[in-house]
């Protein structure tokens, strides 16, 4: 183990205690919303997967048994894995994946604190039930609040992930449009009885409710009916207070808000977690609403039933002015990423969604062995392979990732291995009158969301070794190609040792555990394949 590692595990194990779970991921049955049963994907035989609740410098370890007929994972989303990139549970990037009747197990130095999720990283699997609440309670925490809920909120397909990804990678434009449409479930639970989706208030407690969008694909806004909510939390990243009686989340992103009860049971209230529908080029976004209760008792009368007669103003929550508790410097410049995204043809006949017109594609041997393997050539972009869009960084540079957006729906945007400061937003048209700059101290956030003809600017430090995935967290994009990977200080990555797990399951699943990304020596990739490439005017 690196001495660095080996320190950290350390010191989380002198603060806090050893936390393990047993993981048996397989195949139930499952009908959450009473509307639709279907194959999901569940843990020791049940579903939905087991929330995980540990405390800041708790060691945690899950020890994962693959009992499906395809290969699995499980990332940690938002956990920055310092010092353990082959714990981060990307096939193809920091493993070969867990092979069926294989095990894995998964050790955590719980370094951070907040609202996080755990969901398989292979293929599509989270689609189908495989993702879970992972909450990390501060050391210190600095709101006070009576009550801690967690809201999981998912639009969720009646069909399978697979079923879907065919739909939208189909040659065939009128089946890539046809509509399809999602259901919301609260905690894994959903359909028109509120019974099962309310929450329940005690008149004059504050309550912490933890929001996580687990979604493929839907942006969801949440607000609850004559409520003030004040925003403490985004992503991991404790805030001070911003007072708001609506936010939106998009795919993978979480918050924690602070509500504070009203002082007597004489009303129920409505709150409201819609759907927005913004995944299909050619298909309009659609809201699709979805209502429940805030119950203070089981007989009071419910107000704001109506849409005309909510109070919720459904104003654009921007996260660029919230404000980190810990205010941290924002690093410089040392190096820019430019990162244009755009949908289009391509010459597969295919709709596939790109960063810089390039199409992200899993390369056979994972990037992180090709760094450790490689030697001096793990410098070299090329090593990585042409669709695995590698970007290289060298150790401690400040870095300005620019993400472009030329679409007409949203693309939310992922980084793994760090939380990064959020500085500009704008519009692309170069309008500078639209720019939205952060002030001295900005957010930071792993998952950030760009609008249709918008950009962002992102700011991060590349102190953490290792090879970590950027990616569009609207799953099916992510499916569509628009992925790129930062390979970051290959040197140091080098000091770490692949796992005896690792190399286990690469065997099993037949990839090679050495070489390029083709699993050749050096720069030796000449039969490599490197498109599609877009049509030309499309």
């Known amino acids: 183990m690196k001495p660095v590692a080996l320190l950290s595990l350390l010191a989380a194990s002198a603060l806090g205690k050893r936390v393990v779970h047993d993981w048996d991921i397989g195949y139930v049955q499952a009908n959450p919303d009473g509307q639709n049963q279907r194959r999901v994907i569940g843990v020791n035989g049940k579903w939905p997967p087991p929330a995980i609740e540990v405390d800041q410098y708790d060691i945690l370890a899950i020890n994962v048994h693959n009992s499906l007929d395809e290969a699995t994972s499980v990332h940690a989303h938002g956990f920055h894995q310092r010092d353990t990139p082959f714990m981060d549970g990307v096939p193809g990037v920091t493993e070969c994946g867990i092979a069926p009747n294989g095990s894995f197990t998964y050790e955590y130095n719980v370094?951070?604190?907040?609202?996080?999720?755990?969901?398989?990283?292979?293929?599509?699997?989270?689609?189908?039930?495989?993702?879970?609440?992972?909450i990390v309670r501060a050391q210190k925490e600095p709101h006070h609040y009576d009550h801690d809920v967690t809201m999981m909120l998912e639009a969720w397909y009646h069909r399978n992930s697979k079923e879907v990804?065919?739909?939208?990678?189909?040659?065939?434009?009128?089946?890539?449009?046809?509509?399809?449409?999602?259901?919301?479930?609260?905690?894994?639970?959903?359909?028109?009885?509120?019974?099962?989706?309310?929450?329940?208030?005690?008149?004059?407690?504050?309550?912490?409710?933890?929001?996580?969008?687990?979604?493929?694909?839907?942006?969801?806004?949440?607000?609850?009916?004559?409520?003030?909510?004040?925003?403490?939390?985004?992503?991991?990243?404790?805030?001070?207070?911003?007072?708001?009686?609506?936010?939106?989340?998009?795919?993978?992103?979480?918050?924690?808000?602070?509500?504070?009860?009203?002082?007597?049971?004489?009303?129920?209230?409505?709150?409201?977690?819609?759907?927005?529908?913004?995944?299909?080029?050619?298909?309009?976004?659609?809201?699709?609403?979805?209502?429940?209760?805030?119950?203070?008792?089981?007989?009071?009368?419910?107000?704001?039933?109506?849409?005309?007669?909510?109070?919720?103003?459904?104003?654009?929550?921007?996260?660029?002015?919230?404000?980190?508790?810990?205010?941290?410097?924002?690093?410089?410049?040392?190096?820019?990423?430019?990162?244009?995204?755009?949908?289009?043809?391509?010459?597969?006949?295919?709709?596939?969604?790109?960063?810089?017109?390039?199409?992200?594609?899993?390369?056979?041997?994972?990037?992180?062995?090709?760094?450790?393997?490689?030697?001096?050539?793990?410098?070299?972009?090329?090593?990585?392979?042409?669709?695995?869009?590698?970007?290289?960084?060298?150790?401690?540079?400040?870095?300005?990732?620019?993400?472009?957006?030329?679409?007409?729906?949203?693309?939310?945007?992922?980084?793994?291995?760090?939380?990064?400061?959020?500085?500009?937003?704008?519009?692309?048209?170069?309008?500078?009158?639209?720019?939205?700059t952060a002030g001295d101290f900005p957010v930071r956030?792993?998952?950030?969301?760009?609008?249709?003809r918008e950009f962002v600017l992102l700011r991060i430090r590349a102190d953490n070794p290792g090879v970590w995935f950027l990616h569009c967290h609207q799953a099916y994009h992510n499916l569509q190609g628009l992925a790129a990977t930062f390979i970051e200080a290959p040197y140091f990555a080098q000091q770490f040792e692949i796992p005896e797990q690792v190399l286990r399951n690469c065997q099993k699943m037949g990839i090679p555990a050495k070489g390029n990304a083709m699993g050749r020596n050096g720069l030796d990739l000449l039969d490599e394949q490197r498109g599609p490439f877009p049509l030309e005017g499309l």
Do not use: C
Request: aromatic share 10%.
């Open 111 to 134: 370094t951070q604190s907040g609202t996080y999720w755990l969901h398989s990283h292979y293929q599509e699997q989270y689609i189908d039930g495989l993702r879970s609440p992972l």
């Open 165 to 436: 990804a065919d739909q939208l990678l189909s040659t065939s434009q009128s089946i890539r449009e046809a509509p399809f449409r999602p259901y919301m479930l609260v905690n894994s639970r959903g359909g028109t009885d509120p019974d099962v989706t309310k929450l329940r208030f005690e008149p004059g407690k504050t309550y912490r409710l933890r929001i996580l969008n687990v979604s493929a694909t839907a942006m969801i806004r949440f607000g609850i009916e004559e409520h003030e909510m004040r925003v403490i939390e985004v992503d991991g990243t404790a805030t001070e207070p911003k007072r708001t009686n609506s936010i939106q989340l998009s795919v993978g992103q979480r918050a924690s808000v602070l509500v504070t009860a009203k002082s007597s049971r004489a009303a129920n209230y409505m709150y409201r977690a819609d759907i927005f529908t913004d995944i299909q080029s050619g298909v309009d976004r659609a809201v699709l609403p979805f209502s429940s209760v805030v119950e203070y008792a089981p007989n009071a009368p419910l107000r704001n039933v109506s849409d005309a007669q909510s109070t919720l103003d459904w104003d654009f929550f921007d996260d660029i002015d919230l404000v980190p508790i810990d205010r941290q410097p924002m690093p410089g410049v040392n190096k820019w990423v430019p990162l244009e995204m755009h949908t289009g043809l391509y010459d597969d006949r295919r709709e596939h969604i790109t960063f810089n017109n390039r199409t992200y594609e899993t390369p056979i041997v994972p990037s992180l062995i090709s760094a450790i393997t490689t030697g001096y050539q793990a410098f070299y972009p090329d090593v990585y392979g042409f669709k695995s869009q590698p970007v290289i960084l060298d150790p401690n540079t400040d870095v300005e990732i620019a993400l472009f957006n030329r679409d007409n729906n949203t693309h939310t945007i992922h980084l793994h291995g760090h939380s990064f400061f959020i500085y500009r937003r704008g519009s692309v048209d170069g309008d500078k009158t639209k720019y939205r």
């Open 445 to 452: 956030r792993d998952t950030v969301a760009v609008p249709p």
